[in-house]
């Protein structure tokens, strides 16, 4: 049997890993619909109206119901919308958990009348 070099035992480990921390970090997080709920009321609700919440203090900005209904904006894409700073919302320092919570609050709302 061939011995091979220590070199390509490492090559290879480190081609694994590579792999299983790659899926793992597109492997996107459930989200807790609640939990966005509440990131909503504390960071969200002075420019956006969010259900039961108090009433926005602008009307320049859409409703969490107003983006649940929009048939361009799916889950994914509200992700990626709170992932990347944009104007004119200021720059939150959400956590990626507390997007994926966000996203999930707003795709629980998509059926809400």
Same mark, same amino acid.
């Given at each position: 049997m061939k011995r091979r070099p220590i070199g390509f035992a490492l090559l290879l480990w480190a #081609?694994?890993?590579?792999?299983?921390? #790659? $899926?793992a970090a597109q492997t996107p997080l459930? #989200?807790? @619909?609640? @939990? #966005?709920? $509440?990131t909503a009321l504390r960071g969200c609700a002075t420019c956006h109206t969010v259900p039961g919440g108090p009433a926005a203090a602008t009307d320049t900005a859409p409703t969490f119901l107003g983006i649940a209904r929009n048939p361009q904006r799916n889950r994914a894409d509200v992700t990626a919308w709170l992932m990347e700073p944009h104007m004119p919302m200021p720059n939150?320092?959400?956590t990626v958990r507390e997007i994926a919570d966000l996203a999930a609050y707003i795709d629980s709302l998509r059926g809400t009348p």
């Open positions: #081609g694994m890993t590579s792999l299983a921390y #790659g $899926q459930r #989200g807790d @619909a609640e @939990a #966005g709920r $509440q939150f320092q959400l």
